[in-house]
């Protein structure tokens, strides 16, 4: 198989993970927001290792060998794109969280498709973080990067599995949906390393793009989650725990 389709099998397993970890739904109906919260703040932790070691650390490396010197420069230049292309998007797509309400201009759109959206955009840098992870052929990084989004993927498919049975879809609807989310990080992740492959130059400016737009998502959407209910200390030791593992299976993998 050429990185290219490695890339992308491995972004749209690590997206169907959002629907493994949609299945306890199936037998549980009220899970307390002390767990949820704790997977959630789980996931964060995930991401922000992976941002941290797989993304950044790589972008200014392969910055510093395009560019000698200039590695730092062109990955916060990347980062600032990426946060503000989240920024963008927050602000043109009309959306909606559970906990948080409605963001974006007025949208007609039935509030399912408003969630959908949100999800949609969370998950899309996630995908195309993948992606940019296999642009350097190095496929145990990238599978690092492809097993650590898969795994923060889990608690996300039951946080969204759950609040729409509370909005009185059925199970096998909400776990469909929740699953269907995760497709779009193939899409991402395909974007991804088709780009930084063909064009090398791209690959720290990718890495870091990809970083900066999972930061913006993990400040502005997943922590604020977590501490909505009033249970901020089990999220933040989630969130440790999350960056422990994800730093140590870097570290073994890539």
């Known amino acids: 198989m050429s990185i290219i389709e490695i890339g992308l099998l491995a972004s749209l397993l690590a997206g169907l993970m959002t629907g493994v970890g949609a299945l306890p739904a ?4 009220n899970i307390p927001d002390k767990l949820i919260n704790t997977l959630l703040g789980g996931a964060a932790g995930v991401m922000l290792a992976a941002t941290s070691f797989s993304l950044i650390v790589p ?7 395009l560019w000698p010197g200039k590695g730092v420069y062109v990955v916060v230049a990347g980062m600032l794109l990426g946060a503000i292309f989240l920024d963008r998007m927050d602000k043109w797509l009309p959306h909606e969280h559970f906990q948080m309400g409605h963001e974006g201009p007025d949208s007609s759109l039935r509030r399912i498709w408003l969630f959908v959206i949100a999800i949609t955009i969370h998950n899309f840098p996630e995908g195309l973080a993948v992606g940019v992870g296999f642009g350097n052929g190095d496929v145990g ?3 690092s990067l492809a097993i650590g989004i898969g ?3 889990m608690p996300e498919g039951l946080a969204v599995a759950l609040p729409l049975m509370g909005q009185g879809y059925s199970r096998w609807k909400a776990i469909g949906i929740a ?8 899409v991402g992740g395909l974007l991804g390393v088709a780009s930084v492959t063909i ?3 791209l690959l720290p400016i990718g890495l870091a793009f990809a970083a900066g737009a999972m930061l913006f998502v993990i400040s502005d959407e997943i922590i604020p989650e977590t501490h909505s209910k009033g249970k901020s ?4 030791f989630g969130v440790m725990i999350g960056f422990v593992i994800m730093m140590a299976m870097d570290n ?3």
Request: charged share 15%; net charge negative.
């Open 179 to 186: 699953t269907l989310t995760g497709l779009v990080e193939p």
């Open 252 to 254: 073994l993998l890539g």
């Open 233 to 236: 200390r089990s999220a933040t």
């Open 151 to 153: 795994l923060q993927n």
């Open 199 to 201: 064009f090398k130059p």
């Open 59 to 65: 972008g200014i490396e392969h910055g510093d060998h």
């Open 26 to 29: 199936f037998f549980l109906t």
């Open 141 to 143: 990084a990238g599978m």
